[in-house]
């Protein structure tokens, strides 16, 4: 679990950012804007936090950076509030 953790500890806030932007496009992301993750202040708020947001989502933060299959799982699986489907977690 630690290795999982350092690799999202460990991106860049302007990766991140990136990421997180990429996300909103694809529709994963529903409640932030592009424009609300520009102005985010990643310095501040940690990571963990936003992991955390994720993994309540029933999102593996970790497989979605890393794995392209299960980005793509998500992204079609993902419902209207984006959350992941429970039977498809």
Request: include cysteine; aromatic fraction near 8%; hydrophobic fraction near 35%.
């Amino acid at each position: 679990m630690v290795l999982i953790n350092e690799k999202i500890k460990h991106l860049s806030c302007s990766d991140l950012r990136i990421f997180l932007k990429q996300l909103v496009k694809d529709r994963i992301e529903k409640e932030w804007t592009e424009e609300f993750i520009e102005n985010m202040n990643l310095v501040i708020i940690p990571r963990m936090t936003i992991k955390r947001r994720y993994e309540n989502k029933g999102i593996d933060m970790s497989k979605l950076i890393d794995n392209p299959t299960y980005y793509k799982h998500v992204k079609q699986c993902v419902d209207a509030r984006g959350n992941l489907e429970f039977k498809d977690r």
